[in-house]
C-alpha cells in the first residue's frame, strides 16, 4: 500500500524543491568569477608574450623573484605579478579583507621594484578566488601566457615552471 500525498504534502514538497534550488543559485552565483581589487582592476597592456608569477608569502623572497626575472629575460617577456586571495566556500568573493588586500599589496609592490630593477615591465593584481590555480589558469586564458611559475601545493625542492601553457 503507497502513501499518498495530500495538499499539504505537495506545498512542503514544493517548498523544498524551491529552497534547494535557491541554495544552489546561490552558491554557483557566488563563484561566477575572479575579482580583481582597487588600483590593481585595469586592461592587461600583456600580450601572450607574458610570464605569469603567482607569489604568496611563503614564495615572496628576492631569489623568487630574480628567477621570474631571468625567466621572463630569457622569453622577452612582459611579468605578470599575482597575489590570489583565497576566499573559502561560505564566503562571497567580494567579502571584505583590507589586512589581507594591504599585505597582498606590498607583497606584490616588493615583488615589482626587484622587477623594475631588471628593466623588465610588470604588472601587479591581487586577484579573490577559490583557489590559486584556478585563478592562474583565468589569467593565463585572458593573458595568454606562455609560462606560469607558481609555488605547489605540496612541499617540494623549488618552483614549478609550466611553460607552453597557452
Not at 514538497?13 to 582597487?38: D, K, N, R
Request: charged residues 20%; aromatic residues 4%.
Amino acid at each position: 500500500m503507497g502513501a499518498t500525498l495530500g495538499p499539504i504534502g505537495y506545498a512542503f514538497l514544493i517548498l523544498g524543491v524551491g529552497a534547494e534550488l535557491a541554495l544552489m543559485y546561490w552558491l554557483f552565483h557566488s563563484i561566477s568569477a575572479p575579482v580583481s581589487t582597487g588600483a590593481e582592476q585595469r586592461d592587461s597592456q600583456l600580450d601572450g608574450n607574458c610570464v605569469i608569477v603567482a607569489l604568496a608569502e611563503a614564495t615572496a623572497s628576492p631569489q623568487w623573484v630574480e628567477e621570474a626575472c631571468r625567466l621572463a629575460s630569457d622569453r622577452h617577456a612582459h611579468i605578470l605579478l599575482v597575489d590570489v586571495l583565497e576566499i573559502p566556500w561560505p564566503e562571497r568573493l567580494d567579502v571584505p579583507l583590507p589586512h589581507s588586500e594591504e599585505q597582498a599589496r606590498q607583497l606584490l609592490q616588493a615583488g615589482a621594484d626587484i622587477i623594475r630593477q631588471h628593466n623588465l615591465e610588470v604588472e601587479s593584481r591581487v586577484v579573490r578566488h577559490r583557489t590559486t590555480a584556478e585563478a592562474v589558469l583565468e589569467l593565463v586564458r585572458e593573458t595568454g601566457a606562455k609560462a606560469i611559475l607558481m609555488q605547489p601545493p605540496l612541499p617540494c625542492a623549488g618552483p614549478v615552471l609550466a611553460s607552453n601553457v597557452g
